[in-house]
T-cell receptor, first 115, second 116 residues
């Protein structure tokens, strides 16, 4: 298994540009989520999904969109990048609570810089 | 809403010594999970240890153990016989119990340096 994969690993954007951060998992996990990590603030939840076709907002959703058309993929879209979105982004996945609620698997992260 | 507080931004300890990282949390839930994650310079998030709130026994994983005080809402991590590879950021995290509650609330982290 490849686990949780994220692309790209690094990205530089100009203010106002749009882009999609890709996340995929091959473990048939129902639950997927996106976090951002900023210095001194830990990881904060952006959006999450409990299954294909179902998404919901986390703590810091503004400026980001998600969709979940398949179990495997959970892309994060930045519609109009702002310098405040400079951060490291992590995707995570896990089984739902019905099975093993605490085995969260994290991707390697994407470092995004918005100039 | 839940909050997780790590009051030690940085710590350092000599190799082979024991170190304890502190974590407190605030919640009105009676059943939940607590975790410690390690983030080495590679940036990968690695689960170190987990504790289920309904279990009174403290969790242990080799050199890592926790002191879980439910009434005090405290969840500290003890690393025994510390090794150079333990140098990393350590995050405490909380998860509510139940279907649909798989999301984690993290503390701000403690940067641990093991000195040779």
């Amino acid at each position: 298994n490849a686990g949780v994969t994220q692309t790209p690993k690094f990205q530089v954007l100009k203010t106002g540009q749009s882009m999609t951060l890709q996340c995929a998992q091959d473990m048939n996990h129902e639950y997927m989520s996106w976090y951002r990590q900023d210095p001194g603030m830990g990881l904060r939840l952006i959006h999450y999904s409990v299954g294909a076709g179902i998404t919901d907002q986390g703590e810091v959703p503004n400026g980001y969109n998600v969709s979940r058309s398949t179990t495997e993929d959970f892309p994060l879209r930045l519609l109009s990048a702002a310098p405040s979105q400079t951060s490291v982004y992590f995707c995570a996945s896990s089984y739902s609570y019905r099975e093993r609620p605490y085995e969260q698997y994290f991707g390697p992260g994407t470092r995004l810089t918005v100039t | 809403a839940q909050t997780v507080t790590q009051s030690q931004p940085e710590m350092s300890v000599q190799e082979a010594e024991t170190v304890t990282l502190s974590c407190t949390y605030d919640t009105s839930e009676s059943n939940y999970y607590l975790f410690w994650y390690k983030q080495p310079p590679s940036r990968q998030m690695i689960l170190v240890i987990r504790q289920e709130a309904y279990k009174q026994q403290n969790a242990t994983e080799n050199r890592f153990s926790v002191n879980f005080q439910k009434a005090a809402k405290s969840f500290s991590l003890k690393i025994s016989d510390s090794q150079l590879g333990d140098t990393a950021m350590y995050f405490c995290a909380f998860m509510k119990h139940g279907l649909g509650n798989e999301k984690l609330t993290f503390g701000t982290g403690t940067r641990l340096t093991i000195i040779p």
